[in-house]
């Protein structure tokens, strides 16, 4: 068995299985409920988002990416355009 715990949820299951090991049953799950309210408090206060909130901004920025691409096209199409005319024009 691996001592080194892999993820920080799993470093928790660890401290919270050592505390329920170590004291009353009734103690343990008001230290658990103590525990997970901590945890809770420290990731309200950093700064992360959901997982809804990431795809739904994930989404938007697909979005986002395919009309720059559309527009850059155009762009472009137009820049040939201007270049063929002033070509022309310079011919005259």
């Known amino acids: 068995m691996n001592d080194i715990p892999a993820s920080p949820g799993d470093i928790i299951e660890r401290i919270m299985?050592?505390?329920?090991a170590a004291l009353p049953e009734s103690v343990s799950n008001d230290v658990k409920?103590?525990?997970r309210a901590a945890i809770q408090e420290v990731i309200n206060d950093l700064d992360v988002v959901t997982r809804d909130e990431l795809d739904v901004q994930k989404e938007v920025l697909?979005?986002?990416r395919a009309k720059v691409d559309e527009m850059e096209?155009?762009?472009?199409?137009l820049e040939q355009k201007l270049e063929q005319k002033l070509e022309r024009k310079s011919k005259l």
């Open 62 to 64: 697909q979005k986002t």
């Open 33 to 35: 409920d103590n525990i």
């Open 17 to 20: 299985q050592t505390a329920k």
């Open 73 to 77: 096209a155009i762009i472009a199409d």
